[in-house]
């Protein structure tokens, strides 16, 4: 038991701060890679002239990019996540339809980031703010759309990191915006309204398979556009641009700029590693994105200055530098810092909650959108209502409240199945190990998913990744928003077992739900 609630313990540390770690990893990357093609095109590498043509760059930048990534994945060993077909025989990973989508925007997205860097006139700094400002915009949007919950504190870093952006577009006289590069950013916005949506509806889940087999395919189908799209329109293309293009292809190996692109190439591979994985993080794209995107800006800040001191370049305005500070305070309520301001104001509720129940008055209503957490087994009588009356227990703990009082606070769990006797009663055995829990047993009647009912709560929790698949195939929207009770293993059915199944079921429900509940910030 101690080793278990050891291995529950790790898993909410993990879920609180390996995003945080991935955001420092994304930071490191990011900042020599747009320092580099700053220097290539402004003429500072040996050998190469100014106003090299971004253009020119990419063939060798894709190609280093394909080639680093998938170098990456296979010293991961996380080919083994994809999904494969036969083909010819052959065991090959094939990518779903949507991930193909995906996968398109995903490779519009790396060749217009590494192009918006290399136009005359537009620093570094600008050209994050450009790119990052639509798709903060595109996050929110998504989540409502799929119906996932946005916490306070993500709208909070949204509505800093907005005027951010306005800000510095509002600086004219620091930069030239020339039509090509707005196309530019323009279509890098587009992968992101192709990708997110992807994202959202079939990876981000706590499971960490679901999450590998997603990016593996997303970047098997990405390499494969960001190779062949460029190469069909330097061989097909007319007028300068596409002349770049072929002269990045026929002077690969003999060009100056060969060696510059390469290296920004793999730092791009680097740096999309980390990123991705924080676009996959299970919680709302409204807190994901903020922290990319404000990761990547102050990498480009810091690859500035680097240039200003060393190279000459022109440090960033005070526009700019204004914009950052949004950006740092917004990172500061998305860090683990926002949970102590979170305790203070549920302490505070608790408080005028008791003092209303002590006045013999109700208690105060707050304006909040009610928070059902769903959980689903088989037949629903068994684990999934288990589960259901030991969270509602938790809840009223947490809220420190009578066990009949929920419906005074915005928290509920509820439970379904998937292959329901509908009205059929809790097992005998499940109540009789919730009341040794000192678990209060309601009435219960078995009843079936539905689409209403999936929509309406926040998370569903599966007890078995067989449930989880159903669930998703039969409801693709909920996908973002459907996870395992227990991301490492299946949670065995006691059903026709003895007692002592239930109880080992019972308890383990417990840690598991207790975990999850702390994972949504409902704590004691």
């Known amino acids: 038991m101690r080793s278990e609630s050891f291995r529950m313990a790790s898993a909410q540390r ?32 040996p050998g190469v002239s100014a106003g090299v043509s971004g253009f ?52 519009i997205i790396i060749g217009t980031t590494t192009l918006t860097f290399t136009y005359t ?3 570094i700094v600008f050209a994050l703010l450009l790119m990052r400002g639509g798709v903060l915009a595109i996050a929110p949007v998504v989540d409502r759309l799929f119906r996932r919950r946005v916490r306070w504190f993500s ?20 930069y030239r915006l020339t039509a090509v590069a707005a196309l530019t950013v323009v279509a890098y916005l587009s992968g992101y309204v192709m990708r997110l949506p992807c994202v959202t509806s079939m990876a981000k889940s706590t499971d960490t398979a679901t999450t590998y087999r997603y990016f593996v395919e997303e970047q098997l189908a990405a390499m494969f556009f960001l190779l062949v799209l460029p190469a069909v329109f330097a061989l097909i293309g007319r007028g300068e641009i596409m002349s770049e293009l072929r002269l990045g292809f026929t002077d690969f190996f003999a060009g100056s700029v060969t060696l510059p692109a390469l290296i ?28 990319n995107r404000g990761s990547s800006l102050l990498a480009g800040l810091f690859a500035s200055y680097v240039l200003a001191i060393f190279f000459g370049q022109q440090p960033p305005s005070a526009a700019q530098l204004g914009s950052a500070g949004l950006i740092v305070f917004a ?4 860090s683990p810092l926002h949970h102590t301001l979170e305790h203070a104001l549920s302490r505070l509720r608790r408080s005028l909650a008791g003092m209303a129940r002590r006045g013999g008055g109700e208690r105060p209503q707050f304006d909040e959108p009610r928070r059902i957490f769903l959980f689903v087994c088989s037949g629903n009588t068994c684990r999934s209502p288990m589960a259901a009356a030991i969270c509602s227990a938790e809840i009223a703990a947490r809220f ?47 009843r079936n998913l539905t689409r209403e009912l999936a929509d309406q709560a926040e998370m569903i929790f599966c007890m078995t990744r067989a449930q989880r698949q159903v669930i998703i195939e039969e409801l693709p929207s909920v996908a973002g928003k459907t996870y395992c009770l227990d991301p490492e293993s299946d949670i065995a059915d006691p059903i026709g077992g003895p007692l002592e199944a239930y109880a080992r079921c019972a308890s383990l429900l417990q840690s598991l739900v207790r975990l999850r509940l702390n994972q949504a910030g409902i704590t004691a």
Not at 17 to 39: C, D, E, M, Q, T
Not at 57 to 84: E, M, Q
Not at 412 to 435: C, H, N, W, Y
Request: glycine share 6%; hydrophobic share 55%; proline share 5%.
């Open 56 to 107: 020119r760059l990419l063939p060798a930048v894709v190609i280093s990019t394909a080639v680093v990534l998938t170098a990456i994945v296979s010293l991961k060993g996380w080919w083994r996540y994809a999904s494969r077909r036969r083909l010819f025989g052959l065991s090959v990973p094939c990518p779903s339809r949507l991930v193909l989508l995906s996968g398109f925007g995903t490779a």
């Open 331 to 334: 990172l500061l309520l998305l």
């Open 14 to 45: 993990q879920f609180k701060l390996r995003i945080w770690w991935l955001a420092l990893g994304y930071f490191i990357f990011y900042a020599p890679y747009s320092a580099f093609i700053k220097v290539t095109t402004e003429g500072l590498w």
């Open 155 to 174: 709208w909070a870093a949204f509505v800093l990191t907005t005027p951010a952006i306005l800000i510095a577009v509002a600086d004219v006289n620091n």
């Open 264 to 291: 920004i190439g793999a730092l791009y591979a680097c740096l999309y590693c980390f990123g991705t994985l924080i676009y996959l993080d299970c919680r709302e794209n409204t807190f994901c994105i903020p922290l």
């Open 400 to 446: 420190q409240i009578p066990f009949g009082a929920l419906d005074t606070v915005n928290v509920q769990a509820l439970s379904a199945g998937v292959i329901a006797r509908v009205g059929a009663p809790m097992t005998d055995e499940a109540q009789e190990v919730l009341r040794s829990l000192n678990v209060p047993v309601r009435p219960h009647a078995a």
């Open 121 to 123: 006139g537009i620093s």
